[in-house]
């Protein structure tokens, strides 16, 4: 009895040493974990970037031409690489509209890139996306029909905006635009896809692009009309129209030209073109179908 005293200290005594030593493993732990912790971060904080990953939607620019744009750029320490730096470089590839860059750990960068959509050719070198910016780049590159805008500096999304306009009418018609001026004094003039051309003036467009398309018909079937030769013969001529100018209240004017030349024909342009033609009233078109000649 006279031992337990003893014994029982001698218990507390153990159980704070294995105490003691379990603090000390863990310490220990804990400070070499640190210590390789603080190696593999200074390591890395070192490493370069060994990928670069180029993506998005991209029918013109090229994956060397980004990876060329962004060589000037030290990619030898991953975490001190500017993703502002190299979205600024790669913005300013022609046809590059917007671009994204992330960097992923360990050592990937990725870049995003979304290219410019070409709707139109504007004033012959620059090119107009569908949200009326102009930009240049290689015209070659594009592979579809665009249409040709010519007109004042910064009107390009008021062109655009109207394109659309006479494009959703005409498209009835099966005809679209292949050419649109718009003058210094914001007049319209349009080229249509059988070489017709269209002079619409200043105001009411929209009603006389309807004339237009109301009358467009009757007039291309009176494209024959006989002209009388030295020898007082008549002979039968085809003609196809050249122009109409539509810059009347209660009637156009018709420009005509022979189909025999139209394979030698170069076509003018249209602010050239409406320098003569022959008036016609809505009263006089409606007599045509009763069978009178076109220039009565």
Same mark, same amino acid.
């Given at each position: ?11 507390? !005594? ?147 905006? &109207? ?10 018609? !099966? ?23 269209? &002079? ?33 013969? &008549?002979?039968?001529?085809?003609? !196809? ?54 220039? !009565?």
């Amino acid at each position: 009895m006279t031992n337990n005293p003893n014994t029982k200290q001698n218990q507390q !005594a153990l159980t704070f040493g294995l105490g003691l030593a379990f603090f000390v493993v863990v310490l220990m732990s804990l400070v070499s974990g640190g210590w390789w912790l603080v190696q593999k971060l200074i390591a890395q904080e070192t490493s370069p970037v060994s990928s670069v990953v180029i993506s998005g939607e991209m029918p013109y620019t090229q994956k060397q031409e980004v990876l060329n744009a962004i060589s000037a750029i030290d990619l030898g320490n991953f975490f001190q690489v500017s993703v502002n730096d190299i979205q600024a470089e790669v913005s300013v590839l022609p046809w590059v509209y917007s671009v994204a860059v992330r960097k992923q750990w360990p050592d990937e960068v990725k870049i995003y890139i979304v290219d410019q959509t070409p709707v139109a050719l504007w004033n012959g070198d620059f090119l107009l996306n569908q949200f009326g910016k102009a930009f240049q780049a290689d015209i070659n590159q594009v592979k579809h029909a665009v249409p040709h805008f010519y007109g004042p500096e910064g009107s390009e999304i008021l062109a655009l905006e &109207n394109y659309a306009n006479f494009s959703s009418l005409l498209n009835y018609s !099966a005809l679209s635009i292949d050419e649109l001026v718009l003058s210094e004094r914001f007049s319209w003039q349009l080229t249509l896809s059988d070489g017709v051309m269209l &002079n619409l003036g200043r105001e009411e467009r929209v009603e006389r692009i309807q004339r237009f398309i109301d009358l467009y018909p009757l007039i291309k079937s009176h494209g024959s009309k006989k002209v009388k030769k030295k020898n007082n013969s &008549n002979k039968l001529l085809k003609q !196809a129209v050249d122009y109409i100018d539509l810059r009347y209240d209660t009637g156009l004017a018709v420009g005509w030209k022979s189909v025999a030349k139209l394979s030698s024909i170069k076509w003018q342009k249209i602010n050239k073109i409406l320098n003569c033609g022959e008036k016609l009233s809505l009263a006089m078109l409606s007599t045509i179908e009763e069978g009178l000649a076109l220039n !009565a």
